[in-house]
């Protein structure tokens, strides 16, 4: 989760894309619990909508969508995003492929450790089968690494390619391959093939206890958010007008949607299992987000509403660790809580969750004023 310099188009004046960093920020807002207010207002509150909010911050048992199903998936595609950008500055400043490489390489290895540590706090240094491998950290580095080798050495045409072409093994492997005891096209939570493999193949912890949805095989269909998310910053940094980057987002957008729903009537949408119709929804999703943002931030210039969300932006990794290292809520609780004292006491929490993302923000708007990002 790095903040970069983006360009807009080869001619090499330097321009950040507020955009970019405010779609992130809007999305790190919910990985980092922002939500967590509202999910504790459910049924506390005679408003309908409220509820209808709340159910759509919580993941599905197994099949299904809801809102936040999206969440990390789009920060695979802006992280595609990022790769475009960053690549194209890296080959006009004339580094070599082999530079490049080593860069995402190493970048990716730091990722898998930080998220090595996310995911085992406490680490068991002495139990390491209670070590957990899979993570948000490790995935988004591995899929950083392998678009970068991807973007470095097809067109759009061929890494269109390579994302069809991987949504389909994926999709014949999970429906061709028997899975012991369970025979083939078992997709329940105890048969399928992305759990035997994890079982058999990926060492420690596995979240599900049965499969890891960040193991081994669910890799392959999610790095193909981050591609979708290149091909996306590719239109983004052109020299197209900016009617017609827009219009070429909303038209791959849409495509994606009609597939997803295509093949969701087979293989059903959903993010335990990373279907093919499910990564074509949220890279669907994910080109309209896009779009929305660019238009109104970058095109039409309403900017100042945006300055919330690039302030968590700016500093995504900083606040993803941070909050698994400090208690934000006990020390809001501790500051606030005889403001709401008087308020019946199972309001406390939402107030307590409310002021922890208040002080979340004000420690990274203290970074963005002294200009400290964390970078990797």
Known sequence: MSTIDLTAGDAGKSKRLMSVDA????????????????????????????????????????????????????????????????????????????????????????????GMIDKNIPFTFFDPQEIRLGSVLGRIGMAGFICTILYLNFSWRGLLAWIGGILLVYYALIFLV????????????????????????????????????????????????????????????SNKKEYKKIQTLIIAGLICLALASIWSLHFPIGKRLWTSSFILLTAGMAF???????????????????FFF??????????????????????AHRILSGLYAPLPEEWHNVFDALGAFTLVWLMLYFLYRNKIFVKV
């Open 23 to 114: 779609l992130r920020g809007f999305d790190m807002l919910f990985i980092t619990g922002g939500g967590t207010f509202i999910t504790r207002m459910e049924g506390k509150t005679t408003w309908p909508w409220i509820d209808t909010m709340a159910g759509q911050l919580e993941h599905p048992a197994w099949f299904g969508f809801t809102f936040y199903d999206f969440i990390f998936p789009l920060f695979l595609f802006i992280s595609g995003v990022s790769v475009a950008f960053s690549l194209s500055r890296d080959i006009r400043n004339g580094l070599t492929k082999a530079v490049m490489y080593r860069k995402a390489f190493w970048r990716m290895i730091i990722l898998i450790i930080l």
């Open 178 to 237: 028997p899975v012991p005891g369970y025979g083939v096209g078992n997709l329940t939570f105890e048969g399928n093939l992305v759990g035997w493999l994890d079982r058999n193949f990926l060492p420690g912890r596995l979240l599900q206890k049965t499969y890891d949805e960040l193991g081994l095989l669910t890799q392959f269909p999610a790095l193909c958010l981050t591609v979708f998310g290149a091909l996306a910053g590719d239109v983004l940094r």
């Open 288 to 306: 309209l987000t896009m779009t929305l943002f660019y238009w109104v931030i970058d095109v039409l210039k309403y900017q100042r509403w945006a």
């Open 310 to 331: 690039q302030v968590i932006g700016l500093n995504s990794l900083t606040i993803y660790m941070a909050v698994r290292f400090i208690d934000f809520e006990y020390t």
